[in-house]
């Protein structure tokens, strides 16, 4: 069935607000994909649809079209990345202006200005420009979140160098407004690790500076450095923001602080330790959309996935996480507890300290300056009739021995422990004066796992690496027709070639063999042969490099966080 233009031309604006009926068209056929992408570049250069129109048809691929259109009028459509420009030239315009119209001068020549347009049919912004320069333009063309991310970066650099000035000002006037100034720098350097995605900021002093550094993806970055005048007001307004005492300088302290960061709230956990040129202030950025996690988000292959859910739905016993500090082991305890929660159950944690409040959930704080540690915490948890527990961290044999008896005893215990692997956690627990009996009888599943960076998929590529160059146990372990791949490093990824993170693990599911086997205190080598031979078990080494050849991280990362 042929359908003209004019008909095509109201399905197309109808779609705004009822996108069904083009995506019945495409899936019927009555209406190719490339001429409905056709047909819109040709409305949009003769005026039937705008570019800001684009945004609303989520059937056709706007930047083809932006830069179809771009290329008929004679514009350049270009990856901002490959250039080599000044994007600071963009300082000299008023900052709301470039940022209501998308647009970025990247060079000034005698008699015209270069300057990347989202939108080259924007006239407001032509006008603006030829206004403001007097020169003739050249219009080039490149995609709207490149724009975006230098636009970004340069509101932050003006901001920090406004802000820093007014500090300055203030402290010099002996005037009182320094304290919104401060506040203004704060909410600068918080609201840039959230764009950046960071979970820590560290505040550092040192003799003549103090460096801001973000932990992103696991890795720190330098983000600021100012001169060390900058230090005490700010030191001393973010301990008040975390309700700590700013006269104490002497000892390490702890806090928390909430705020709204572009209408999200996140919790701040601020912590201070005195250090010889003045106190290291650490914040952790608690992001509360971890809370909601389900496990089948965590990057988990499937077969291990399967193994830790059979775990969870043990009616008694102990699930145990483990891994170094920052391997996403608290993360994972919350996707579990997501996964068990339920009302027909009570499901009691002790944590120190609460990180994410979860519905449905008795949560308890570890109060250490009250007395009120993990194990009298948990022995009055038993007092409270609960079905499940979860324990934030065992660290010494009370707790420990009180969570095996607590498994013993009809609950499921979930927990976390330092261990390097799955299998090292028996030899730990032993090593920490539980009876191997009552070990094998109280273990259920035990996962050990680690986050590997994801390679940035818009600048992966694919790399020829020979087998003998690789560390020998890698090699051992790669396929034989293997594909590996890395970042070429671009904005997205802020070039480091990584973009986010993913769970490798590796989940050890105690068989009533293996309970025996415990029982009997066996070595760590043959709980090992009995896991691969009657389940098919893999080490993280295993499932980190099956995750390198799926283009999801690179070697190197598995070798960062296994020390292969």
């Not at 031309?9 to 779609?15: G, K, L, P, T």
């Not at 970025?104 to 420009?129: G, M, S």
């Not at 970004?152 to 000035?165: A, N, Q, S, Y």
């Not at 078990?537 to 020390?563: H, M, N, P, S, Y």
């Amino acid at each position: 069935m042929e359908i003209d233009n004019r008909r095509l031309r109201e399905i197309v604006r109808d779609s705004i607000s009822n996108p069904s009926t083009i995506s019945i068209m495409l899936k019927n056929g009555i209406i190719s994909s490339h001429h409905l992408s056709s047909f819109i570049t040709k409305g949009v250069a003769d005026g039937d649809f705008s570019i800001a129109d684009l945004k609303k048809f989520k059937f056709v691929n706007r930047d083809e079209i932006i830069k179809s259109v771009s290329e008929s009028m004679g514009y350049e459509y270009v990856d901002l990345d490959s250039l080599d420009f000044n994007y600071k030239l963009a300082l000299r315009l008023p900052f709301q202006r470039i940022l209501k119209y998308n647009i970025l001068p990247i060079e000034e020549k005698k008699h015209e200005i270069v300057v990347v347009f989202v939108d080259p049919l924007n006239v407001e912004a032509k006008d603006f420009l030829q206004r403001t320069f007097n020169k003739r333009l050249e219009i080039i063309v490149a995609p709207e979140e490149q724009i975006l991310d230098y636009l970004r970066k340069l509101e932050v650099e003006k901001g920090m160098k406004d802000v820093i000035t007014k500090i300055r000002r203030s402290a010099n006037n002996e005037d009182n407004r320094e304290g919104s100034a401060i506040l203004e720098l704060i909410e600068l350097i918080i609201k840039t690790s959230i764009d950046t995605r960071s979970s820590d900021i560290h505040i550092e002093p040192s003799e003549h500076s103090c460096t801001i550094r973000n932990r992103v993806d696991g890795v720190l970055i330098r983000t600021f450095l100012f001169e060390r005048d900058i230090y005490p007001p700010l030191a001393s307004r973010m301990k008040l923001l975390a309700n700590l005492d700013i006269a104490e300088k002497r000892l390490p302290q702890d806090g928390r602080f909430t705020y709204s960061v572009n209408k999200q709230t996140f919790d701040f956990r601020v912590s201070t330790l005195p250090t010889v040129v003045g106190e290291s202030i650490v914040i952790r950025i608690l992001d509360s959309s971890k809370a909601t996690i389900s496990l089948n988000q965590t990057g988990m292959i499937e077969t291990n996935y399967n193994r830790f859910f059979n775990g969870l739905k043990s009616s008694y016993g102990i699930v145990l996480v483990t891994g170094p500090t920052g391997s996403g082991k608290t993360t994972t305890l919350y996707g579990a507890l997501n996964e068990i929660k339920s009302v027909k159950d009570k499901i009691i944690t002790v944590e120190d300290p609460v990180e994410y409040q979860v519905e449905m959930i008795q949560q308890v704080n570890v109060n250490k300056r009250a007395g009120l540690d993990f194990a009298k915490t948990l022995k009055a948890i038993l007092r409270q009739d609960p079905d499940k527990i979860m324990i934030g961290e065992i660290r010494d044999q009370e707790t420990l021995r009180i969570a095996i008896e607590s498994a013993l005893t009809g609950h499921l215990v979930l927990s976390t422990l330092h261990t390097n692997d799955a299998i090292s956690s028996i030899t730990r627990m032993l090593d920490m004066g539980i009876e191997p009996y009552l070990l094998g009888g109280a273990i259920v599943t035990i996962q050990a796992q680690r986050l590997v960076r994801k390679i940035c998929h818009k600048c992966k590529q694919e790399v020829h690496v020979e087998k003998e160059t690789l560390n020998h146990k890698i090699a051992q372990v790669l396929p034989e027709n293997y594909k590996l791949y890395k970042g070429e490093g671009c904005t997205s990824c802020a070039f480091t070639g990584y973009l986010g993170r993913e769970m490798v693990c590796e989940v050890l599911e105690i068989t009533d063999k293996m309970a025996s086997m415990i029982s009997a205190n066996v070595s760590k080598e043959q709980i090992l042969e009995e896991a691969t031979n009657s389940y098919g078990f893999k080490t993280i080494l295993e499932v980190g490099v099956e995750k390198a050849t799926q283009g999801i991280t690179t070697i190197d990362e598995v070798l960062r966080v296994t020390k292969g």
